[in-house]
């Protein structure tokens, strides 16, 4: 059974969100949320809100298949971060000039499931 949560429009860069789902990835759900909730990153606390939500549509959805639900058997199967909308915003500099600032949001997903997920081959060059 798969179980899938989106957070979007989260005030945080991609390439940073992605650095803390990369952490995470793979790893089982339990021994996630204690990485997520001790990790320096301030992205961790909407990837940590991310997963909590994910695993609350699971255990729903095993409740209305009629199945047997244990949260030490997910795994984090996908997760990714998406970009969002650019929030465009001007700083005013000398001589009448302005700077613009670019704040990035991201749409961050996580899937769990619970079967382990198996590791994706590299699309590099194989000898």
Do not use: C, W
Request: hydrophobic share 35%; aromatic share 4%; charged share 30%.
């Amino acid at each position: 059974m798969e179980a899938k949560a989106q957070a979007r429009y989260v005030r945080v860069t991609p390439r940073k969100a992605r650095r803390v789902l990369d952490a995470v990835r793979g790893t089982r759900v339990v021994e996630a949320i204690d990485v997520l909730r001790f990790a320096p990153q301030g992205a961790a606390q909407p990837v940590l809100k991310t997963l909590e939500s994910a695993i609350a549509n699971a255990r729903y959805a095993a409740d209305q298949a009629g199945e047997r639900f244990n949260e030490e058997d997910l795994y984090i199967t996908e997760t990714y971060a998406d970009e969002g909308p650019t929030m465009k915003r001007i700083q005013p500099r000398a001589q009448g000039r302005a700077n613009q600032i670019l704040k990035r949001t991201s749409h961050i997903t996580v899937v769990v499931g619970d079967t382990k997920p198996v590791a994706k081959r590299s699309k590099g060059r194989t000898r």
